[in-house]
């Protein structure tokens, strides 16, 4: 991941999905590498924005978003992708270690209002780049979803922000989350097996291979 060495924020992958418990009732965080000790109170405000980039080209606009997924990344990507004239085509392009939850799903629930309203709205990952926890389900909101063979994606249990702690209704809720938006049961067995959701382990994959054993994370692979 290109962001994992320049700071300590950007090695943070946020939580893809909500526990449905009173300790996440602000939004959640979990680390790409978990630790069993607790975590400090994080707040959106110790996390860069992610960077958004609109290019409008021939026969559609391309959405750049690069870094965290926070309130203010949420906005302007929501903003953007409302102001693209109505049946015009968009790409999302997506370089991410994750996000706050409810950013997150904000967005997710923005693509697929756009798509069920008719419009085209594909994501993709280009060669070099990652796609982590928060980011795998906007990944998945879009259709169809490009990789490079080489992109990475990361899943993993998630944890609350308040005590660090991962719980086995929160990883179910996650689980259940990614399927709703397409992935494959049966990779998701696979990733189970794998202890990638076990809490101890960030469940990483190419998307080389994610295409073919079938996952329907990436769909289309770029050449």
């Not at 009732?25 to 860069?48: G, H, L, Y």
């Not at 906007?138 to 249990?157: D, I, K, N, S």
């Not at 067995?189 to 994370?217: C, M, P, T, W």
Request: with cysteine; net charge neutral; aromatic share 4%.
């Amino acid at each position: 991941m290109a962001m994992r060495a320049t700071a300590r924020l950007m090695g943070l992958g946020l939580l893809l999905a909500v526990g449905a418990t009173s300790a996440a009732t602000a939004d959640s965080v979990s680390v790409n590498r978990p630790s069993p000790q607790p975590q400090p109170q994080t707040t959106s405000s110790e996390f860069p924005d992610a960077t958004l980039v609109r290019v409008d080209q021939p026969g559609s606009t391309l959405l750049r978003l690069d870094g965290i997924i926070t309130p203010g990344a949420e906005q302007r990507f929501n903003d953007a992708l409302n102001g693209v004239p109505s049946g015009r085509p968009v790409v999302v392009e997506l370089n991410s270690p994750g996000g706050f939850t409810m950013s997150g799903y904000r967005m997710i629930d923005a693509i697929l209002a756009q798509r069920q309203a008719g419009r085209a709205v594909a994501t993709r990952v280009l060669d070099g780049q990652s796609c982590e926890s928060m980011c795998v389900g906007l990944y998945l909101a879009g259709y169809p979803r490009y990789a490079a063979p080489a992109a990475e994606f990361m899943v993993h249990a998630p944890r609350l922000a308040e005590n660090g702690r991962m719980t086995l209704r929160s990883t179910d809720t996650m689980v259940k989350r990614l399927v709703a938006l397409g992935a494959s049961p049966g990779w998701i067995e696979q990733v189970k097996a794998a202890g990638g959701f076990s809490g101890h382990l960030d469940y990483r994959d190419r998307a080389d291979h994610l295409a073919a054993v079938g996952a329907n994370i990436v769909t289309d692979l770029l050449h």
